[in-house]
């Protein structure tokens, strides 16, 4: 009888070329459009989503620009963003500094596959995290996006890390990509903001999620109870998408999901925070 990996891997062949998806020597694909010098620490906005790569799909971008145009964000973390090769109409879209951190390659689409984090300021640092262990199927490893940007009346600089966890994969795994990324944000002593889908479907891996996040003293954006139902499950499941923070005070009130943004099956999240 054939075990778990072995009906993965028939169903990979089967299924899914080995040429569709490649891998990727680029850490970080960078565009710099200088807005300011440094984040208002009297007001950082953001907005976290998981976007369903449907980065040219005309009903995400139509909810995009709304959403930028309404909430004016000052940070953004977009996970499961497709790019195209040349990098061409994005410029356009986003008029902002921004930072794509691509996981692979699509030959099909010719896109790179990734997280981006886009902000109104140039990052002073940047550095593009990827697990050593990869999905089934696809076989395609994921990648974390850690920023860090000035903030004004303030010496200490605000960390970000824009995070997508690796899914059907064993708990084991999981906690490998978590344990990392601890330890990036471990070395950083100012204000962090930790976002992303962490793709916490079970709560073994919501649990071990919090215990990260306590032993860094990093806190969840707390959204009231009729928005936090919104925020993306599998069925009972705790929710997948966070915003934790430390550092900074958060605008309590400021924070929402857009229950009515349709483009992607994931809710787009905000938070408003303060120094």
Same mark, same amino acid.
């Given at each position: 009888?054939?075990?778990?990996?072995?009906?993965?891997?028939?169903?990979?062949?089967?299924?899914?070329?080995? =040429?569709?998806? *490649? #891998?990727?020597?680029?850490?970080?694909?960078?565009?710099?459009? *200088?807005?300011?010098?440094?984040?208002? &620490?009297?007001?950082?906005?953001? @907005?976290?989503?998981?976007?369903?790569?449907?980065? $040219?799909?005309?009903?995400?971008?139509?909810?995009? *620009?709304? %959403?930028?145009?309404? $909430?004016?964000?000052? @940070? %953004?973390?977009?996970?499961?963003? #497709?790019?195209? %090769?040349?990098? &061409?109409? @994005?410029?356009?879209?986003?008029?902002?500094?921004?930072?794509?951190?691509?996981?692979? %390659?699509?030959?099909?689409?010719?896109? =790179?596959? &990734?997280? *981006?984090?886009?902000?109104?300021?140039?990052?002073?640092?940047?550095?593009?995290?990827?697990t050593k262990h990869y999905e089934p199927i696809i076989k395609t490893p994921k990648v974390s996006l850690m920023t860090e940007y000035p903030l004004s009346n303030k010496k200490d600089s605000l960390l970000t890390i824009n995070s997508h966890l690796i899914n059907f994969v064993n708990i084991d795994k999981f906690k490998t990509q978590l344990h990392e990324l601890e330890l990036a944000l471990s070395t950083h002593w100012g204000p962090i903001i930790f976002s992303g889908d962490f793709n916490t479907w079970s709560r073994k891996r919501a649990l071990f999620l919090y215990k990260a996040a306590t032993r860094l003293g990093l806190m969840p954006v707390a959204f009231a109870p009729h928005h936090h139902k919104q925020i993306k499950r599998f069925l009972l499941s705790p929710p997948l998408d966070y915003i934790f923070y430390r550092g900074l005070r958060e605008h309590k009130a400021s924070a929402r999901v857009l229950e009515h943004i349709c483009s992607s099956d994931h809710k787009p999240l905000l938070a408003e925070f303060f120094i």
């Amino acid at each position: 009888m054939l075990d778990f990996k072995e009906h993965v891997d028939i169903l990979a062949r089967k299924f899914v070329p080995s =040429y569709r998806f *490649l #891998r990727t020597q680029e850490s970080t694909i960078d565009r710099t459009h *200088l807005l300011q010098t440094e984040l208002n &620490g009297l007001s950082i906005k953001v @907005l976290n989503w998981n976007i369903a790569k449907k980065s $040219y799909d005309k009903n995400w971008v139509k909810d995009f *620009l709304t %959403i930028l145009e309404q $909430y004016q964000p000052d @940070l %953004i973390f977009l996970q499961e963003f #497709r790019l195209d %090769i040349e990098a &061409g109409n @994005l410029v356009d879209l986003i008029d902002m500094s921004w930072n794509f951190a691509p996981n692979f %390659i699509d030959a099909h689409h010719q896109t =790179y596959s &990734g997280i *981006l984090t886009a902000a109104k300021i140039s990052p002073l640092n940047k550095r593009a995290i990827i697990t050593k262990h990869y999905e089934p199927i696809i076989k395609t490893p994921k990648v974390s996006l850690m920023t860090e940007y000035p903030l004004s009346n303030k010496k200490d600089s605000l960390l970000t890390i824009n995070s997508h966890l690796i899914n059907f994969v064993n708990i084991d795994k999981f906690k490998t990509q978590l344990h990392e990324l601890e330890l990036a944000l471990s070395t950083h002593w100012g204000p962090i903001i930790f976002s992303g889908d962490f793709n916490t479907w079970s709560r073994k891996r919501a649990l071990f999620l919090y215990k990260a996040a306590t032993r860094l003293g990093l806190m969840p954006v707390a959204f009231a109870p009729h928005h936090h139902k919104q925020i993306k499950r599998f069925l009972l499941s705790p929710p997948l998408d966070y915003i934790f923070y430390r550092g900074l005070r958060e605008h309590k009130a400021s924070a929402r999901v857009l229950e009515h943004i349709c483009s992607s099956d994931h809710k787009p999240l905000l938070a408003e925070f303060f120094i």
